[in-house]
Structures are given as structure tokens and as C-alpha cells.
């Protein structure tokens, strides 16, 4: 069993930064793959980026490229997500998930385990 819990979330205003962490607990090992998504009002859940434990197999959405990184601290068995240039339209609950494979996916039928979200507000 695995156990995620996110933080980090909060209101920030257009332009800014923040940086989510995913702290797993539980049988993590190094073959599980970790994925951020998220989930506006309304809208289906979406990925946003995904990385395989060990770091060498890295995904991001469209979206997000160039302006969100995905980085892990295997110690600490925890992920992060760091936003920067943070836009309205990135408004949502971002949650982790992890998925067994050595490979990263971003496809969320794949993950198995789901933490239970944390909200993001950027505002115009």
C-alpha cells in the first residue's frame, strides 16, 4: 500500500511561483513512476507531468512545458512539482499519483495510488 500526501498549495497572483510536494509513504520502490495532474471545476483530470523514480524518464503537458519542472528527492520519497510564470488558466487541485512500471505515463488509468489534491488559485 502506498500513501501520498500533497502540500504547498495556495493563492498566488500571475506571474508568480510555487512549489507542490508529494510525500509518499508506504512500499515505494524504485520502479514506481510519479505523475502530477490536475482538475479544474468541471473539467475532466488532466496530466501534467511524470517522471520514472529513478528521474530518467520525464513527461510534461503541452501546457506546462518550459514554465513547470518535475524533480523527486528519493531520501526524502518525496516529489515535487515546481511551477513558475503561473497563469489563471493553471487554476486547479493538483494531485500526485504513483503507478508501478519503471516508466513514466501520462495517462491517469495507469496510476494506481492518488493523494487527496491540493488547491492552487492564481490570480489575474
Known amino acids: 500500500q502506498v500513501q501520498l500526501v500533497e502540500s504547498g498549495g495556495g493563492l498566488v497572483q500571475a506571474g508568480g511561483s510555487l512549489r507542490l510536494s508529494c510525500a509518499a509513504s508506504?512500499?515505494?520502490?524504485?520502479?514506481?513512476?510519479m505523475g502530477w495532474f490536475r482538475q479544474s471545476p468541471g473539467m475532466e483530470r488532466e496530466f501534467v507531468a511524470a517522471?520514472?523514480?529513478?528521474?530518467?524518464?520525464?513527461y510534461y503537458a503541452e501546457p506546462v512545458k518550459g514554465r513547470f519542472t518535475i524533480s523527486r528527492d528519493s531520501a526524502k520519497n518525496t516529489v515535487y512539482l515546481q511551477m513558475n510564470s503561473l497563469k489563471p488558466e493553471d487554476t486547479a487541485v493538483y494531485y500526485c499519483?504513483?503507478?508501478?512500471?519503471?516508466?513514466?505515463?501520462?495517462?491517469?488509468?495507469?496510476?494506481?495510488?492518488w493523494g487527496q489534491g491540493t488547491q492552487v488559485t492564481v490570480s489575474s
Open positions: 499519483a504513483a503507478k508501478r512500471g519503471l516508466y513514466a505515463s501520462p495517462e491517469k488509468n495507469e496510476y494506481e495510488y
Open positions: 508506504g512500499r515505494i520502490f524504485s520502479w514506481y513512476a
Open positions: 517522471m520514472s523514480w529513478s528521474g530518467g524518464n520525464v
